[in-house]
């Protein structure tokens, strides 16, 4: 247990679905992230929070749209994806996004098949 | 452009010894992180290097050479639960993490 929950830990959509990824964390900190990780590749950052606020971008196309309502809750929202979407996401937290040490705390992901 | 590199597997025996090694190219260094992730499970912290030099914590250390763009992380008396992927990554300039690959650590009795 490392303070973060994800849901749903399995999930699998069709193209024209629409579905939302949730992250909480309980640990008090206030960055959030979201990552990609697909197979034997490294760890693509996809969106950074800080106090809620959107600080990073990576070029993530459109059908991904994340959501931070408070510091301790990320959503991703899913739409018209595409088969090589298929990965697994997780969500990570930490106390903010520049203190040199802080480490990351990774929830368990979420497996994402699109059909 | 920013780069990790790190062996994609590596196969080591139960009790003996096993160095991992990670090399990197990034804008800036704000610290190297270690982290273990076993199958179907979350990425959790080992170890974090900002000076040159051997960092232990128990039956794993960290080693970082700054001028070399070099670390390793060395695993001792090794158990069948240390297999597992190990995943290498570099702190930039901007404070964001480089991420390699990770490498698949697989443990025979």
Redesign the interface.
């Known amino acids: 247990e490392?303070g973060?929950t994800q849901t749903p830990r399995h999930l699998v959509m069709g193209m024209t679905n629409k579905k939302s990824l949730k992250c909480e964390q309980h640990l008090g900190h206030n960055a959030m992230y979201w990552y990609k990780q697909s197979a034997?590749?490294?760890?693509e950052?996809m969106f950074v929070y800080n106090f809620k606020e959107q600080t990073?971008n990576n070029s993530v196309p459109s059908r991904f749209s994340p959501e931070c309502p408070n510091s301790s809750h990320l959503f991703l929202h899913l739409h018209t994806l595409q088969p090589e979407d298929s990965a697994l996401y997780?969500c990570a937290s930490s106390p903010d996004?520049?203190g040199?040490?802080y480490?990351?705390?990774?929830?368990?992901?979420t497996r994402l098949t699109v059909t | 452009g920013q780069n990790i590199d790190q062996p994609t597997e590596m196969t080591a025996t139960e009790g003996a010894i096993v160095q991992i090694n990670c090399t990197y190219q990034t804008s800036g260094f704000n610290g190297l992180f270690w982290y273990q992730q076993h199958a179907g499970e979350a990425p959790t912290f080992l170890s974090y290097n900002v000076l040159d030099g051997l960092e232990e914590k128990g039956r794993f250390s960290s080693f970082l050479s700054r001028s070399k763009g070099y670390s390793y992380l060395l695993l001792k008396e090794l158990q069948m639960k240390d297999s597992a992927s190990y995943l290498c990554a570099v702190r930039d300039s901007n404070y964001q993490l480089i991420w390699g690959a990770g490498t698949k650590l697989i443990i025979k009795p």
């Open positions: 490392t973060v034997k590749k490294p760890l950052l990073e997780l996004t520049s040199e040490a480490e990351q705390y990774f929830g368990p992901g």
